[in-house]
């Protein structure tokens, strides 16, 4: 399997699974780039979109294409936390106390509708999603490496639904929206499908591997060598600490987005073949690090503002970095 | 008119009494008036919607709100008639609809629009059909103190309307099935045809309730403002007693007159009929001129006030208007606002004149018929990523400040120099939109994309490359490679001079 040393062989390596990717996930492009990078830099994504577009698909093929354990929990109301975690079990032959694993002992955890469950539920994840391991019955389970937790929301449809706590949002490292694919691209889908180039159920089973844990891995030792220059970071803090006291904004991002986004601007300079980040780097990533952690002022909302429009004013606002 | 037949008791009432009378009236020939309105407006509504609709456009809708006035006058001509119980057919109202409609209309519909007393003064157009000469001095008249309160009843009339329409236009939001996703800002500003017939239908069923109840208003405050000034209260009351007066003795006559015209006793505290010599009193105190005397008072006056309630801001406007009245006071040079009147007016109207122009304004570039020219150029930044590219922070001798920090073995600062020098230079001569945010490789992007790909900026690529090697990259270019660049662009330079 490849594993790559170089900073070109991290470049290739991303581009090969990108390709690979987007032959199944056709039109989403922007998506596949962003939940790659969130996964090599170590982060969970939170992926919002209407159903139909492929979001179970793109994370059964990252499954298949990294080689990587893959689990899937729809969330709905009656959703325990031990459902999600896993939970200790009386064996009345052994007479003693057995763990079952939940779901989430995995590598690709694919938390779907994720606000359909109620809080105590979603809150299981806090641990599992920072601290990667699982505690049960006061025993501390390491989770294997990569670990990514992708949870997708239906932006449409919000009647019984529990909105994600604001600890739990900012654990994610992206929030990815997923749109419709363009004309050209649901064209070519379709085609696909009808010519038996792909079969209707887009299953993933043509793809083949094309790295595994350990290319994964070194790919994120190489990115963490990507140079970011001081000018470079301190634009990425400014466009975090902008978030604060900016006008239409009730609550800004916390020092965990510009982590964010310092680390994500990195892996994006490696997708770009690069060993160096710049100030497009930083703008590239920024929407998806920041666009779950700021809260709209009452007054903007009512303006008819979105997180996007806010974030596009304040990337406008905030001056690129000085020489 | 015959007061006699009027079938509502005249007597003097307060403003807000009248406004209940109003009401009253509205309330009992609700069912006749509203024909009266339907048959007057409904035709006109239809035609000016279906204009609307067709031309894309508010205006037609806007003219049948300007045309308020000329909609209320078969109202007030229905009620007039019907209290004095004769009742107008929709065919008389057609037919006499040139003698009520037209006196004064002209300038209801042009500079008296905005009149907030409009309920009240179109009585007096429409009902005494006064010359314009006496029109003035009538309106002084019955416009006199006490105010009969008609501005404050239109305000409150308009109001009544936004919120009714706004409560309708949301009732219909709620009934909308929501698999329609229907946005409020798009129920409520969105001005596609269907939206905007059911706002102006909406419009209308407002006004079909409120325009008859305000007409009805409007005529019970004049009502009762004549009453007041003309005692229609005492020529009923004498009538009734002048027929009486065959049967009934002188002094049972007089005694009821002057029961009449004194305020009655409180049942509790009722007195015993006057005796002869205090009825005589009575119609000796009522004969003589100091009973009630009439006077005409031309200049203002304040109410006397509790000192403590006197705040800085009445004292201001007290100086104000006293110095406006005393023009023939020495010691009004002595106080610090000495305004003459016609100053004031001017500065009245002044500022109305500008509130109206303002409006409209508003109004036509909202409706995006507004005459401004905007100017679609771009603004030349004085910033790019963070650089100043203003002219006068830019070194006057390029060369020899390049020369000075490669001396200094400072590339980084080389290349800054002539990044903003070329910048500077550039977006004068290919102006491109440009945000403070932009970095050095979106202002490249954006000066493709609006001016192809000319040699300046081809040469500016080669730097932005050489920049962002140097300072992101940590690799600075050589500073070979650094005159080169710099003699590169002063023949650019020197081509367009020469161009030029």
Redesign the interface.
Known sequence: MTQPTTLADATQLAQDIEHHLNQVLIGQQQVVREVLIALVSGGHVLIEGVPGLGKTLLVRSLGKVLELDFNRIQFTPDLMPTDVTGHAMYDQKSEQFRIRRGPAFTQLLLADEINRAPAKTQAALLEVMQERQITIEGKAFTLNEPYMVLATQNP?DQEGTYPLPEAELDRFLFKVLIDYPDHADETRLVNMVLDGTIRASLDVESLSPVTDAAGLKAMKALSDSV?I?D??LDYALRIVRATRDFSGLSHGASPRASIALARASRVQALFEG???????DV?QVARPVLRHRIQLSADAEIE?QTPETALGRL????????? | MELEKASARLAPRSPWQAVDLGTKLYRQWAAPVLWVWLAFTLAPFGLLLGWSLLAETLWPLFLFWWLKPLWERPLLAWYSHALFAETLTLKQLFQRWRHYALPGLASQLTWRRFSPARSFNTCVWQLEGAKEEQLSQRLRALNSYPSNRAGIMTIVVLHLEQFMAMGLMVLLYTLVPWQF?LEW?DWFYDQGALQMAIASATLYLVMFVTEPLYVACGFALYLNKRTWLEGWDLQLGLTRLGRHRATRSGATVLMLLALMLLPLPEPATAQPAPRNEEQQEVIELLASPDYMPFEERTERQWKDRDEDSNSWLEEFWKHFFDNLDDDEQPESSSQPFDIPDAVLWILFWALFAGLVIWLLTKVMNQLGLGSQRRDHSPVIPT?????DIRRHSLPKNLRQAVENALAANDI??AL?LM??SALASLLRRYPVAL????????CLRNLKAAHGEPLPILYLQRLIQAW?ST????RPVDADAVRSLLTHWEEIRAEEAADA
């Not at chain 2, 945000?435 to 979106?442: F, I, L, P, R, V």
């Not at chain 2, 300072?471 to 940590?474: F, G, L, R, S, T």
């Open positions: 449409l140079l220059d000018e470079v690069r060993d160096f980040v710049t100030p497009d703008q008819g990337l406008e606002q905030v001056e690129a970095p000085k020489q | 996703s800002s910033h790019v990523a963070g650089m980084r600062l800054s990044l903003r945000a403070a945010g932009s970095t050095e490789q979106q962002i300072a992101w990259a940590h």
